[in-house]
Structures are given as C-alpha cells and as structure tokens.
C-alpha cells in the first residue's frame, strides 16, 4: 500500500499544476498543508509548461494498493 500526497496548484496559464510527495505523515494537518503550499507560490521555485504556480487549488491523499500474483 503506497499513499501519495497530491497538491494542486492554479497556474498562471489557467491550468493546474501539481507535486506529490510520497509517504506523507498521517494524520494531515490541512492547515500546514496550505501554508506550505503558499510558501512554495511565494518562493516561485517550480514553473511548469503552464506557467508558474500562483494559486492553491487543493489537496487530496492517494491510497494506492497493489496485488500482484505470481504467473507460474
């Protein structure tokens, strides 16, 4: 089981932008979430092929599971 914490961004094209980073440490504070997400707008150390990061759209957790069976 591997959880993935997606943030989204707004960027200045109009399009959304995001990081994930892997593991994050549960239970999450969304409060430290959008501080850290504003932090990183006002540093503006990430631009994508949509611009840079200017507005906090969201958040979510992704819980992924896998099974994976062994063909003999």
């Known amino acids: 089981m591997a959880k ?3 943030l989204q961004f707004g960027t200045e094209f109009g399009k959304t932008g995001r990081i994930s980073v892997d593991n994050p440490k549960e239970p999450i504070d969304e409060e430290s979430v959008k501080l850290a997400m504003e932090q990183i707008i006002t540093a503006e150390v990430f631009t994508t092929a ?5 507005a906090a759209k969201g958040a979510r ?4 599971n896998v099974t ?3 063909l003999v």
Do not use: N
Not at 50 to 54: L, T
Not at 61 to 64: A, G, M, T, Y
């Open 50 to 54: 949509s611009g840079k990061f200017v």
């Open 68 to 70: 994976e069976y062994e």
């Open 61 to 64: 957790v992704i819980d992924r």
């Open 4 to 6: 993935t914490l997606e």
